[in-house]
Protein backbone atom coordinates (compact mmCIF):
# COMPACT_ATOMS: atom_id res chain seq x y z
CA UNK A 1 0.00 0.00 0.00
CA UNK A 2 2.94 2.33 0.72
CA UNK A 3 4.07 2.61 -2.85
CA UNK A 4 0.63 4.20 -3.58
CA UNK A 5 0.19 6.53 -0.72
CA UNK A 6 2.61 9.81 -0.71
CA UNK A 7 3.04 13.38 0.70
CA UNK A 8 2.71 16.17 -1.60
CA UNK A 9 3.67 19.89 -1.66
CA UNK A 10 0.51 21.79 -2.78
CA UNK A 11 2.16 23.85 -4.52
CA UNK A 12 2.02 23.11 -7.95
CA UNK A 13 4.78 24.72 -9.12
CA UNK A 14 6.87 22.91 -6.84
CA UNK A 15 5.34 19.56 -6.54
CA UNK A 16 7.51 17.43 -4.28
CA UNK A 17 6.71 14.35 -3.10
CA UNK A 18 7.55 12.86 0.06
CA UNK A 19 7.00 9.05 1.33
CA UNK A 20 4.19 8.31 4.24
CA UNK A 21 7.07 6.72 6.73
CA UNK A 22 8.52 10.89 6.37
CA UNK A 23 7.45 13.13 9.64
CA UNK A 24 7.37 16.44 7.44
CA UNK A 25 4.89 19.36 8.45
CA UNK A 26 5.82 21.78 5.64
CA UNK A 27 8.01 20.95 1.92
CA UNK A 28 11.38 20.56 2.51
CA UNK A 29 11.93 22.49 -0.68
CA UNK A 30 9.75 25.02 -0.88
CA UNK A 31 8.18 25.15 2.87
CA UNK A 32 4.88 25.44 1.59
CA UNK A 33 2.26 23.15 3.26
CA UNK A 34 1.65 18.89 2.19
CA UNK A 35 -1.29 17.09 1.16
CA UNK A 36 -1.51 12.96 1.58
CA UNK A 37 -2.32 11.77 -1.64
CA UNK A 38 -2.75 8.11 -3.19
CA UNK A 39 -3.11 6.95 -6.68
CA UNK A 40 -6.51 5.86 -6.82
CA UNK A 41 -6.16 3.61 -9.90
CA UNK A 42 -3.78 1.45 -7.88
CA UNK A 43 -6.14 1.10 -5.15
CA UNK A 44 -9.42 -0.28 -3.95
CA UNK A 45 -11.88 2.59 -4.49
CA UNK A 46 -15.42 1.99 -4.24
CA UNK A 47 -17.70 2.63 -7.43
CA UNK A 48 -20.26 4.46 -5.31
CA UNK A 49 -20.61 5.77 -1.78
CA UNK A 50 -23.31 3.23 -0.98
CA UNK A 51 -20.88 0.53 -1.04
CA UNK A 52 -19.37 1.46 1.70
CA UNK A 53 -22.55 0.53 4.13
CA UNK A 54 -21.16 -3.27 4.02
CA UNK A 55 -18.82 -1.89 6.78
CA UNK A 56 -22.42 -0.72 9.07
CA UNK A 57 -22.67 -4.88 10.46
CA UNK A 58 -18.79 -4.91 11.67
CA UNK A 59 -19.20 -3.06 14.85
CA UNK A 60 -17.50 -5.88 16.26
CA UNK A 61 -14.23 -4.38 14.54
CA UNK A 62 -12.79 -1.56 16.61
CA UNK A 63 -11.58 0.28 13.73
CA UNK A 64 -15.34 -0.07 11.95
CA UNK A 65 -16.78 1.32 14.95
CA UNK A 66 -15.23 4.12 14.69
CA UNK A 67 -17.11 6.78 12.65
CA UNK A 68 -13.08 7.91 10.97
CA UNK A 69 -11.83 4.01 10.16
CA UNK A 70 -15.15 2.91 8.22
CA UNK A 71 -14.42 5.34 5.71
CA UNK A 72 -10.61 3.31 5.64
CA UNK A 73 -11.49 3.34 1.80
CA UNK A 74 -10.74 6.39 1.62
CA UNK A 75 -7.70 7.23 3.63
CA UNK A 76 -6.13 4.33 3.32
CA UNK A 77 -2.75 5.62 4.21
CA UNK A 78 -1.75 2.69 6.08
CA UNK A 79 -3.45 -0.73 6.97
CA UNK A 80 -6.67 -0.54 8.81
CA UNK A 81 -5.53 -3.01 11.64
CA UNK A 82 -2.79 -0.32 12.46
CA UNK A 83 -5.24 2.24 12.75
CA UNK A 84 -5.75 3.90 16.57
CA UNK A 85 -9.27 4.45 17.64
CA UNK A 86 -10.52 5.49 20.79
CA UNK A 87 -14.00 4.91 19.38
CA UNK A 88 -13.95 8.56 17.81
CA UNK A 89 -16.38 9.39 15.00
CA UNK A 90 -19.95 8.41 16.77
CA UNK A 91 -21.75 11.64 15.60
CA UNK A 92 -24.94 12.59 14.25
CA UNK A 93 -26.49 15.37 11.96
CA UNK A 94 -29.76 16.59 13.66
CA UNK A 95 -32.63 18.78 11.61
CA UNK A 96 -33.40 21.48 13.64
CA UNK A 97 -36.51 23.53 12.52
CA UNK A 98 -36.01 25.81 16.07
CA UNK A 99 -32.29 26.40 14.33
CA UNK A 100 -33.87 26.63 11.46
CA UNK A 101 -36.16 29.08 11.71
CA UNK A 102 -33.92 31.53 13.77
CA UNK A 103 -31.44 31.73 10.90
CA UNK A 104 -34.02 32.14 8.52
CA UNK A 105 -34.19 28.50 6.70
CA UNK A 106 -36.60 27.09 5.58
CA UNK A 107 -38.23 24.16 7.84
CA UNK A 108 -36.79 20.73 7.52
CA UNK A 109 -33.27 22.19 5.90
CA UNK A 110 -31.51 23.06 8.67
CA UNK A 111 -28.69 20.34 9.92
CA UNK A 112 -26.73 20.39 12.82
CA UNK A 113 -23.40 18.49 12.56
CA UNK A 114 -22.73 17.84 16.22
CA UNK A 115 -19.13 16.69 16.28
CA UNK A 116 -19.21 17.50 20.43
CA UNK A 117 -19.96 13.96 20.83
CA UNK A 118 -16.86 12.59 19.78
CA UNK A 119 -14.60 11.03 23.23
CA UNK A 120 -12.88 13.91 24.34
CA UNK A 121 -16.05 16.47 23.19
CA UNK A 122 -14.63 17.97 19.74
CA UNK A 123 -14.15 17.53 16.39
CA UNK A 124 -10.19 16.86 16.96
CA UNK A 125 -10.52 13.41 17.47
CA UNK A 126 -11.66 12.89 14.03
CA UNK A 127 -8.02 13.79 13.25
CA UNK A 128 -6.25 13.19 16.38
CA UNK A 129 -7.03 9.44 15.76
CA UNK A 130 -5.02 9.68 11.90
CA UNK A 131 -2.71 11.92 13.35
CA UNK A 132 -1.13 9.38 16.23
CA UNK A 133 -1.86 6.28 13.74
CA UNK A 134 0.98 8.33 11.62
CA UNK A 135 2.82 9.20 14.97
CA UNK A 136 2.64 5.36 16.32
CA UNK A 137 3.89 4.14 12.14
CA UNK A 138 6.91 5.72 12.73
CA UNK A 139 7.99 4.89 16.23
CA UNK A 140 7.12 8.48 18.04
CA UNK A 141 7.06 8.20 21.86
CA UNK A 142 5.99 12.20 22.39
CA UNK A 143 3.72 14.19 20.74
CA UNK A 144 3.37 17.61 20.99
CA UNK A 145 1.08 20.32 20.17
CA UNK A 146 -0.27 24.03 20.54
CA UNK A 147 -3.71 24.44 21.68
CA UNK A 148 -6.96 26.80 22.38
CA UNK A 149 -7.95 23.78 24.11
CA UNK A 150 -9.18 21.42 21.79
CA UNK A 151 -6.06 19.94 20.21
CA UNK A 152 -4.52 19.32 23.47
CA UNK A 153 -7.68 17.79 25.51
CA UNK A 154 -7.80 15.83 21.88
CA UNK A 155 -4.03 14.81 21.72
CA UNK A 156 -3.65 14.18 25.30
CA UNK A 157 -6.47 11.10 25.41
CA UNK A 158 -5.07 9.97 23.31
CA UNK A 159 -1.75 9.59 24.35
CA UNK A 160 -3.18 8.00 27.75
CA UNK A 161 -5.30 5.71 25.97
CA UNK A 162 -1.96 4.89 23.49
CA UNK A 163 0.66 4.27 26.69
CA UNK A 164 3.11 4.21 24.31
CA UNK A 165 3.41 7.95 23.55
CA UNK A 166 3.72 11.49 26.07
CA UNK A 167 1.46 14.65 25.41
CA UNK A 168 3.50 17.69 25.53
CA UNK A 169 0.92 20.53 25.20
CA UNK A 170 1.39 24.62 24.44
CA UNK A 171 -0.77 26.92 25.68
CA UNK A 172 -1.05 30.66 25.97
CA UNK A 173 -1.44 32.27 29.58
CA UNK A 174 -4.46 32.95 30.12
CA UNK A 175 -6.26 31.44 27.07
CA UNK A 176 -7.30 28.29 27.51
CA UNK A 177 -11.09 27.50 29.12
CA UNK A 178 -10.77 25.59 32.10
CA UNK A 179 -13.31 22.65 30.58
CA UNK A 180 -10.68 21.74 27.90
CA UNK A 181 -7.70 22.74 30.51
CA UNK A 182 -8.99 20.15 32.92
CA UNK A 183 -9.30 17.15 29.88
CA UNK A 184 -5.54 17.62 29.25
CA UNK A 185 -4.30 17.86 33.09
CA UNK A 186 -6.26 14.86 33.67
CA UNK A 187 -5.06 12.81 30.96
CA UNK A 188 -1.75 13.67 32.29
CA UNK A 189 -0.39 15.72 29.35
CA UNK A 190 2.74 17.63 30.71
CA UNK A 191 1.25 21.08 30.11
CA UNK A 192 3.46 24.14 29.37
CA UNK A 193 1.86 27.60 29.90
CA UNK A 194 4.19 30.22 27.54
CA UNK A 195 3.89 33.90 27.52
CA UNK A 196 1.40 34.88 24.61
CA UNK A 197 -0.85 33.68 22.84
CA UNK A 198 -1.82 30.73 20.65
CA UNK A 199 0.02 32.07 17.64
CA UNK A 200 3.33 32.71 20.11
CA UNK A 201 2.79 29.07 21.35
CA UNK A 202 2.65 27.63 17.68
CA UNK A 203 5.58 29.23 17.13
CA UNK A 204 7.64 27.97 20.09
CA UNK A 205 6.29 24.47 19.66
CA UNK A 206 7.09 23.99 15.75
CA UNK A 207 10.47 25.43 16.97
CA UNK A 208 10.57 23.26 20.04
CA UNK A 209 9.51 19.70 17.81
CA UNK A 210 11.86 19.70 15.51
CA UNK A 211 14.45 20.62 17.96
CA UNK A 212 13.65 17.85 20.39
CA UNK A 213 12.47 15.22 17.59
CA UNK A 214 8.91 15.11 19.02
CA UNK A 215 5.78 14.74 16.86
CA UNK A 216 3.88 17.12 15.93
CA UNK A 217 0.04 16.86 15.43
CA UNK A 218 -1.38 20.44 15.08
CA UNK A 219 -2.98 20.68 11.35
CA UNK A 220 0.04 21.49 9.94
CA UNK A 221 0.11 17.69 10.10
CA UNK A 222 -1.60 16.52 6.87
CA UNK A 223 -2.51 13.09 8.29
CA UNK A 224 -4.44 15.21 10.77
CA UNK A 225 -6.82 16.72 7.82
CA UNK A 226 -7.11 13.09 6.67
CA UNK A 227 -8.95 12.14 9.40
CA UNK A 228 -10.98 15.47 9.61
CA UNK A 229 -12.05 14.77 6.15
CA UNK A 230 -14.41 11.91 7.22
CA UNK A 231 -16.75 14.45 8.76
CA UNK A 232 -17.68 15.66 5.39
CA UNK A 233 -18.32 11.42 4.78
CA UNK A 234 -20.43 10.92 7.76
CA UNK A 235 -22.97 13.90 6.82
CA UNK A 236 -23.47 12.89 3.48
CA UNK A 237 -23.95 9.31 5.05
CA UNK A 238 -26.81 10.83 7.00
CA UNK A 239 -28.14 12.62 4.28
CA UNK A 240 -28.43 9.16 2.13
CA UNK A 241 -25.30 10.27 -0.16
CA UNK A 242 -27.41 13.44 -1.00
CA UNK A 243 -24.58 16.34 -1.59
CA UNK A 244 -26.12 19.22 0.73
CA UNK A 245 -25.93 22.56 -0.49
CA UNK A 246 -23.80 24.04 2.18
CA UNK A 247 -21.59 23.77 4.55
CA UNK A 248 -21.11 26.16 7.26
CA UNK A 249 -17.98 26.00 9.55
CA UNK A 250 -16.40 28.48 11.98
CA UNK A 251 -12.67 29.51 10.93
CA UNK A 252 -9.83 29.04 13.62
CA UNK A 253 -6.51 27.65 12.35
CA UNK A 254 -8.96 26.13 9.47
CA UNK A 255 -8.03 23.06 8.98
CA UNK A 256 -11.79 21.75 9.07
CA UNK A 257 -12.79 24.09 5.96
CA UNK A 258 -9.40 22.58 4.31
CA UNK A 259 -10.26 19.39 5.04
CA UNK A 260 -13.95 19.56 4.10
CA UNK A 261 -12.52 21.03 0.62
CA UNK A 262 -9.78 18.17 0.37
CA UNK A 263 -13.03 15.60 0.61
CA UNK A 264 -15.47 16.83 -1.42
CA UNK A 265 -12.82 17.59 -4.06
CA UNK A 266 -11.44 13.77 -4.25
CA UNK A 267 -14.89 12.50 -4.13
CA UNK A 268 -16.15 14.66 -7.52
CA UNK A 269 -12.46 13.68 -9.05
CA UNK A 270 -13.59 10.19 -8.11
CA UNK A 271 -17.18 10.03 -9.30
CA UNK A 272 -18.63 9.22 -6.19
CA UNK A 273 -20.64 13.01 -6.40
CA UNK A 274 -21.97 14.46 -8.58
CA UNK A 275 -21.61 18.15 -7.48
CA UNK A 276 -19.49 19.73 -4.68
CA UNK A 277 -21.27 22.29 -2.19
CA UNK A 278 -20.90 25.62 -1.13
CA UNK A 279 -18.79 26.10 1.78
CA UNK A 280 -18.98 29.12 4.02
CA UNK A 281 -16.27 29.86 6.38
CA UNK A 282 -17.20 31.93 9.38
CA UNK A 283 -14.87 33.89 11.71
CA UNK A 284 -15.32 35.41 14.70
CA UNK A 285 -14.98 38.96 14.26
CA UNK A 286 -11.90 39.70 16.79
CA UNK A 287 -9.70 36.78 15.00
CA UNK A 288 -10.91 37.45 11.34
CA UNK A 289 -7.62 37.44 9.38
CA UNK A 290 -9.46 34.77 6.63
CA UNK A 291 -12.01 37.72 6.24
CA UNK A 292 -9.57 40.37 5.69
CA UNK A 293 -7.52 38.03 3.32
CA UNK A 294 -10.42 36.88 1.29
CA UNK A 295 -13.47 39.60 1.37
CA UNK A 296 -10.46 42.70 1.83
CA UNK A 297 -7.14 42.13 0.35
CA UNK A 298 -8.84 39.33 -2.21
CA UNK A 299 -6.32 36.99 -2.21
CA UNK A 300 -7.33 33.76 -4.21
CA UNK A 301 -6.03 30.23 -4.23
CA UNK A 302 -5.51 31.21 -7.97
CA UNK A 303 -4.98 27.57 -8.68
CA UNK A 304 -2.30 27.40 -6.79
CA UNK A 305 -0.51 30.90 -7.76
CA UNK A 306 -1.08 32.34 -4.50
CA UNK A 307 -0.36 36.28 -3.95
CA UNK A 308 2.07 34.88 -1.21
CA UNK A 309 4.11 38.26 -1.19
CA UNK A 310 0.79 40.28 -0.29
CA UNK A 311 0.42 37.37 2.51
CA UNK A 312 3.47 38.09 3.77
CA UNK A 313 2.85 41.94 3.83
CA UNK A 314 -0.15 41.31 5.84
CA UNK A 315 0.94 39.37 8.46
CA UNK A 316 3.87 42.05 8.82
CA UNK A 317 1.41 44.56 9.10
CA UNK A 318 -0.29 42.49 12.02
CA UNK A 319 3.02 42.13 13.10
CA UNK A 320 3.99 45.53 13.36
CA UNK A 321 0.12 47.32 14.32
CA UNK A 322 0.50 44.50 17.24
CA UNK A 323 -3.17 42.95 16.31
CA UNK A 324 -4.16 40.13 18.53
CA UNK A 325 -7.17 37.91 17.89
CA UNK A 326 -9.45 38.90 21.18
CA UNK A 327 -13.22 36.64 20.92
CA UNK A 328 -14.87 35.25 23.42
CA UNK A 329 -14.85 31.78 21.29
CA UNK A 330 -11.93 30.89 22.42
CA UNK A 331 -11.57 27.88 19.92
CA UNK A 332 -11.32 30.46 17.22
CA UNK A 333 -9.21 32.66 19.18
CA UNK A 334 -6.11 33.27 16.23
CA UNK A 335 -4.61 34.98 14.29
CA UNK A 336 -2.20 33.40 11.86
CA UNK A 337 -4.16 30.39 11.04
CA UNK A 338 -1.72 27.33 9.56
CA UNK A 339 -3.55 26.23 6.88
CA UNK A 340 -4.56 29.73 4.97
CA UNK A 341 -3.51 28.42 1.41
CA UNK A 342 -5.44 24.86 2.25
CA UNK A 343 -8.57 26.92 2.91
CA UNK A 344 -7.74 29.46 -0.11
CA UNK A 345 -7.37 26.33 -2.34
CA UNK A 346 -11.01 24.99 -0.75
CA UNK A 347 -12.97 27.92 -0.82
CA UNK A 348 -11.94 27.69 -4.86
CA UNK A 349 -13.16 24.26 -5.15
CA UNK A 350 -16.22 24.78 -2.88
CA UNK A 351 -17.28 27.97 -4.68
CA UNK A 352 -16.90 29.30 -1.20
CA UNK A 353 -17.73 32.60 0.95
CA UNK A 354 -16.09 34.02 3.86
CA UNK A 355 -17.87 36.23 6.96
CA UNK A 356 -17.17 37.12 10.12
CA UNK A 357 -19.85 37.69 13.11
CA UNK A 358 -19.25 39.17 16.50
CA UNK A 359 -19.35 37.73 20.13
CA UNK A 360 -22.53 39.23 20.50
CA UNK A 361 -24.26 37.48 17.13
CA UNK A 362 -22.28 34.34 18.12
CA UNK A 363 -23.94 34.45 22.08
CA UNK A 364 -27.20 34.52 20.93
CA UNK A 365 -26.75 32.00 18.15
CA UNK A 366 -25.30 29.41 20.60
CA UNK A 367 -28.71 29.90 22.76
CA UNK A 368 -30.97 28.79 20.48
CA UNK A 369 -28.25 25.88 19.96
CA UNK A 370 -29.07 25.34 23.17
CA UNK A 371 -32.63 25.38 23.33
CA UNK A 372 -33.20 23.25 20.32
CA UNK A 373 -31.41 20.46 22.39
CA UNK A 374 -27.67 20.40 21.36
CA UNK A 375 -25.39 22.78 23.90
CA UNK A 376 -22.45 23.85 22.13
CA UNK A 377 -19.04 25.61 22.75
CA UNK A 378 -19.08 29.52 21.54
CA UNK A 379 -16.72 28.82 18.67
CA UNK A 380 -18.99 25.82 17.52
CA UNK A 381 -22.29 29.16 17.14
CA UNK A 382 -20.41 30.93 14.76
CA UNK A 383 -21.44 28.55 11.97
CA UNK A 384 -25.08 29.07 12.76
CA UNK A 385 -24.52 33.13 13.29
CA UNK A 386 -22.98 32.77 9.69
CA UNK A 387 -25.92 31.04 8.41
CA UNK A 388 -28.20 33.18 9.72
CA UNK A 389 -26.20 36.41 8.62
CA UNK A 390 -25.96 34.80 4.79
CA UNK A 391 -29.31 33.95 4.53
CA UNK A 392 -30.08 38.52 5.74
CA UNK A 393 -27.84 39.08 2.92
CA UNK A 394 -29.57 36.77 0.19
CA UNK A 395 -26.36 34.50 -0.45
CA UNK A 396 -28.13 31.51 1.35
CA UNK A 397 -31.68 30.99 -0.28
CA UNK A 398 -34.63 29.57 2.15
CA UNK A 399 -34.75 26.68 0.34
CA UNK A 400 -31.29 25.47 0.64
CA UNK A 401 -29.97 22.77 2.52
CA UNK A 402 -27.49 23.77 5.08
CA UNK A 403 -25.53 21.87 7.62
CA UNK A 404 -23.99 23.82 10.17
CA UNK A 405 -20.66 21.89 12.09
CA UNK A 406 -21.49 22.28 15.91
CA UNK A 407 -17.08 21.35 16.77
CA UNK A 408 -17.39 21.41 20.25
CA UNK A 409 -19.70 20.34 23.67
CA UNK A 410 -21.08 23.00 25.44
CA UNK A 411 -18.99 22.17 28.52
CA UNK A 412 -16.09 22.58 27.19
CA UNK A 413 -16.94 26.23 27.95
CA UNK A 414 -19.17 26.47 30.86
CA UNK A 415 -18.05 29.58 31.68
CA UNK A 416 -19.33 31.86 29.15
CA UNK A 417 -23.11 29.87 29.05
CA UNK A 418 -23.43 30.51 32.93
CA UNK A 419 -22.85 34.09 32.42
CA UNK A 420 -24.87 34.72 29.05
CA UNK A 421 -27.56 33.00 31.49
CA UNK A 422 -27.32 33.81 34.94
CA UNK A 423 -28.54 37.23 35.53
CA UNK A 424 -25.51 38.08 37.43
CA UNK A 425 -24.34 41.43 36.60
CA UNK A 426 -20.87 40.85 37.55
CA UNK A 427 -20.46 37.71 35.44
CA UNK A 428 -21.48 39.61 32.71
CA UNK A 429 -19.39 42.43 33.76
CA UNK A 430 -16.47 39.95 33.94
CA UNK A 431 -17.26 37.59 31.24
CA UNK A 432 -18.97 39.25 28.86
CA UNK A 433 -19.06 42.65 28.30
CA UNK A 434 -15.23 42.53 27.56
CA UNK A 435 -15.94 40.73 23.94
CA UNK A 436 -18.60 43.56 23.65
CA UNK A 437 -21.26 41.81 24.71
CA UNK A 438 -23.94 44.03 25.45
CA UNK A 439 -27.20 42.13 25.56
CA UNK A 440 -28.75 38.49 26.63
CA UNK A 441 -31.70 38.59 24.57
CA UNK A 442 -32.12 34.88 24.44
CA UNK A 443 -31.27 34.13 28.57
CA UNK A 444 -32.82 31.78 30.55
CA UNK A 445 -32.30 33.36 34.05
CA UNK A 446 -32.48 31.05 37.00
CA UNK A 447 -35.49 32.64 39.39
CA UNK A 448 -34.71 32.26 42.84
CA UNK A 449 -37.25 31.80 45.38
CA UNK A 450 -37.64 31.19 49.45
CA UNK A 451 -37.00 28.14 50.55
CA UNK A 452 -40.76 27.85 50.45
CA UNK A 453 -43.40 25.32 49.11
CA UNK A 454 -46.10 28.16 48.15
CA UNK A 455 -43.27 30.82 46.66
CA UNK A 456 -42.06 27.56 44.61
CA UNK A 457 -45.44 27.04 43.15
CA UNK A 458 -45.77 30.33 42.52
CA UNK A 459 -42.57 30.97 40.85
CA UNK A 460 -43.63 27.65 38.62
CA UNK A 461 -47.20 28.53 37.66
CA UNK A 462 -45.54 32.36 36.71
Not at 36 to 57: A, N
Not at 201 to 207: I, L, Q
Not at 269 to 295: H, K, M, S, Y
Amino acid sequence: MAEHVFQKCIDPNCGAAYGVEEVLTACPKCGNLLDIRYDWDKLSVPKSLKELEKYWTMRDVPQRFSGVWKFHDLLPFTELEKCVTVGEGQTILQNSAGVAKYAGVKEGNLFLQYEGMNPSGSFKDNGMCAATTHARMVGATRAACASTGNTSASLALYCSCLQTMKAVIFIGDGKIAYGKLSQALDYGAQTLQIHGDFDDAMARVKEVSKKLGIYLVNSVNPFRLEGQKTIMLRVLEALRWNVPDWIVVPGGNLGNSSSFGKAFHELYELGLIDRIPRLAVINAAGADTLTRVFNEENIRWNGGNTDRAKINAFFKQMNDEGRRANTIASAIEINRPVNLEKCLRALEWCDGVVRKVTDQQILDAKSQVGACGFGCEPASAASVAGTKLLREEGVIAPSDRVVCILTGHQLKDPTATVAYHCGDPQKFDEVLRPHGVTTCDFANNPVKVENDVDDIVRAIQG
